[in-house]
């Protein structure tokens, strides 16, 4: 028999998620973001999933795009850094791509083709155009957005969506948020334009920031998007994790456990060894007290995160044995508790879950 570690995806989670949030998000319509593996979920089975109850897909780059379309997933896909290069543009040509451009050399390399006839009624050159409203990261100046409209009329369309991405939503403090917001919509709101704001957290916490379209991520894969607890969030684990206890020792008083002695037992301690480590994307700075969950309980790391294992005090649970399962996040111990314990957050932990840990699909 195989190692007996894997990660279940829920995909009826998924759709359940994505229901909840579809009705919050009403009117708005939605867009289903698959990037990055579909936050490590597997782009494929997800699209499949949620095709039929989203707008568009969003993705981060063309490559991202190309393997949807290779695999036959039809609906509009957003590219959500824009095209890196003009042949990027020329690559997605066939791809029914919508193309969220933020810097000036996009928009130039969209005019040039469009005045070599690169566009034509069955072709449409489609963007969105993304504003800086205090993330700094990406986005023109808000300044810019007039002259912009002006300079590129022929751009725009009625595909053209205004939109943005805010800081700070996910905080309980809305102020910077609404900052960010007010200068956006004070400035995108004077053009008879789609807008486009919301993501996950903000689709929830921030009702005015709807808008035409909101972009969800996190949310969908079962996490709460927000940096505080939230109890009134009626999502589904999708990303459940799970390994099993390979070994089972005694360590007496004053021993310590694993790499570099970081746990040493205050008293005699049992310690299950469990299949899993730092290289199927745990992560190896996880420290002694991290929580998982066996036989109905939590249990506490203790030792280093190693390569292909992990050390857990279960000197507590009332029955122990080798093969028991061990959940390190999913439906019995929310992903987030165990981001907040380790000092990040649930999308790294999911993003980064490693090709060495097979994927088993409910719902498909
Ligand atoms: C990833 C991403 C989202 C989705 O964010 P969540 O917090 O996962 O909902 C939305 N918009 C943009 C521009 C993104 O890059």
Known sequence: MSRPTAVT??????????QVLSDIASPSKVVGVVKAD?????????????????SMLAVAFLSEAQELREYGITKPILVLQGPHSQQDIIDGAELNLTWMVHTHWQLKAFE???Q?????????????????????????????????????????NQHTVLTTHLARADERDKSNAHEQFSAFISIANKHNLSLSIANSATNIDYPEARQSYVRLGIAMYGANPF?????????KAVNILESQIIALREVASGESVGYGGTFTAQTNTKIATVAIGYADGYPRHAANGTPA??????IYLAGRVSMDMLTFDVSHLDEVNIGDTVQLWGDKLPINKVADAIGT??????????????????GN
């Open 9 to 18: 995806i829920d995909l009826n989670a998924i759709a359940h998620n994505l």
């Open 293 to 298: 969950w066996c036989n109905g309980k939590l």
């Open 112 to 114: 040039q083709l469009q």
């Open 38 to 54: 579909a936050y490590g979920n597997g782009v494929i089975e997800v699209a499949r999933k949620i095709a039929d109850g989203v």
């Open 227 to 235: 940096e505080f607890k939230r109890q009134d969030l009626s999502l």
């Open 345 to 362: 957050i649930s999308y790294e932990l999911m993003t980064r879950l490693s090709k060495r840990v097979p994927r088993h699909y409910l």
């Open 116 to 156: 070599d006839n690169f566009y034509n009624a069955s072709k449409a050159c489609k963007l969105w155009l993304k504003f800086d409203s205090g993330m700094h990261r990406l986005g023109f100046a808000l300044n810019e957005l007039s002259d912009i409209l002006n300079n590129y009329e022929a751009l725009v």
